[in-house]
C-alpha cells in the first residue's frame, strides 16, 4: 500500500532555516511527481511546490519562491523541502503528497503531515 | 490565479439528511475538479476527481457534479463519519493548482 511519511518539522525561529523529508513506499517513486501542501493551524489547505518525477521541473507557490526549494532523491524514495528564511507565516503543517498521474495535478495520497512553528 | 470559492462556509445537518455542497471557479476550469474530505488531526483524502468520479473506495452516497465554473458535491445520507471539512481543488489552469477555502459539515 502507499505510504507518505514526512519528517523534519519543529521549532525554528524567524529567518532560520529547517528541511522536511517525505519517505515513500508502495509505488513506483521515480515515475510521478510530487508535491507538498500545508495548511495553516485552523486554516485551509495552500499549495506550495511541486517536482517532476525526475526532478527537472520544479514551481513554487508565490509566497514561498525564492525561500523553499523542493528536490528529490529516487534512489532512496525521498522527497525534500529545503525551507530558508523561515517567518511566522510558514507556520503550517506540511503535507507531501502524491499526484494522481502525470497529466493532471490533483493528489491521491497524502502524507500524515509534519509541523512547522516558526517562533522566537 | 483561478479563485476558488465554496458555499456555504458551515452547514449543520442532521444525520440521514441529504446535503450538497457547492464550489464554484473564478474562470472555466472545464471538469479539472476534485474534492477531498478531511477530518480533524488527519491528511486529506480525494473522494472525487473530474468533477464526478468517485476514487477508489469511496462509498456510493458521495457524488460530484458540475462542469466549467460551477460545481456541486452531495452526500445522499449523511452517516456520522462524513462529518468533517471539504475542500474543493482545480487543477486546470495550473501552476498553481488551487483550493476552495472549505466547507465544514457539523451535526445539528
Known amino acids: 500500500q502507499v505510504q507518505l511519511v514526512e519528517s523534519g518539522g519543529g521549532v525554528v525561529q524567524p529567518g532560520r532555516s529547517l528541511r522536511l523529508s517525505c519517505a515513500a513506499s508502495g509505488f513506483s517513486f521515480s515515475t510521478y511527481g510530487m508535491h507538498w501542501v500545508r495548511q495553516a493551524p485552523g486554516k485551509g489547505l495552500e499549495w506550495v511546490a511541486i517536482?517532476?518525477?525526475?526532478?527537472?521541473?520544479?514551481y513554487y507557490g508565490d509566497s514561498v519562491k525564492g525561500r523553499f526549494t523542493i528536490s528529490r532523491d529516487n534512489s532512496k524514495n525521498t522527497l525534500y523541502l529545503q525551507m530558508n528564511s523561515l517567518r511566522a507565516e510558514d507556520s503550517a503543517v506540511y503535507f507531501c503528497a502524491k499526484e494522481a498521474s502525470s497529466t493532471w495535478y490533483y493528489f491521491n495520497y497524502w502524507g500524515q503531515g509534519t509541523l512547522v512553528t516558526v517562533s522566537s | 490565479e483561478i479563485v476558488m470559492t465554496q458555499s456555504p462556509v458551515t452547514l449543520s445537518v442532521s444525520p440521514g439528511e441529504r446535503v450538497t455542497l457547492s464550489c464554484r471557479a473564478s474562470?472555466?476550469?472545464?471538469?479539472?475538479l476534485a474534492w477531498y474530505q478531511q477530518k480533524p488531526g488527519q491528511a486529506p483524502r480525494l473522494l472525487i476527481s473530474g468533477a464526478s468520479t468517485r476514487a477508489t473506495g469511496i462509498p456510493a452516497r458521495f457524488s460530484g457534479s458540475g462542469s466549467g465554473t460551477e460545481f456541486t458535491l452531495t452526500i445522499s445520507s449523511l452517516q456520522s463519519e462524513d462529518f468533517a471539512v471539504y475542500y474543493c481543488?482545480?487543477?486546470?489552469?495550473?501552476?498553481?493548482?488551487?483550493f476552495g477555502q472549505g466547507t465544514k459539515l457539523e451535526i445539528k
Open positions: 481543488q482545480q487543477y486546470n489552469n495550473w501552476p498553481p493548482c488551487s
Open positions: 517536482i517532476s518525477f525526475d526532478g527537472s521541473y520544479k
Open positions: 474562470q472555466s476550469v472545464s471538469s479539472n
